[in-house]
């Protein structure tokens, strides 16, 4: 699920896919520092360091949401 989402924004195995998101980000913020968000985005994407703190945030979400569904499901009923 992580690997089509980062690919649809532009994160690719190659580096940033040219014309999208990914690639106008770079080029809007230059030199990416090491750690930073777009960094570990294009990490995860290539397979790297990045993928377990993508991986680990995409999981904190999914938990949240369901989260946030079951209380919206018992405040409706």
């Given at each position: 699920?992580?690997?089509?989402?980062?690919?649809?924004?532009?994160?690719?195995a190659l580096?940033?896919?040219?014309?999208?998101?990914?690639?106008?980000?770079?080029?809007?913020?230059?030199?990416?520092?090491a750690?930073?968000?777009?960094?570990?985005?294009?990490?995860?994407?290539?397979?790297g360091?990045?993928?377990?703190?993508?991986?680990?945030?995409?999981?904190?979400?999914?938990?949240?949401?369901?989260?946030?569904?079951?209380?919206?499901?018992?405040?409706?009923?």
């Amino acid at each position: 699920m992580t690997v089509p989402l980062l690919s649809a924004f532009g994160w690719t195995a190659l580096g940033p896919r040219a014309a999208s998101f990914a690639s106008m980000a770079q080029s809007g913020i230059g030199s990416l520092q090491a750690g930073s968000a777009l960094s570990t985005l294009q990490s995860a994407a290539m397979g790297g360091y990045g993928t377990a703190a993508v991986l680990g945030a995409t999981r904190a979400l999914v938990v949240v949401s369901e989260g946030v569904v079951a209380v919206i499901k018992r405040r409706s009923e």
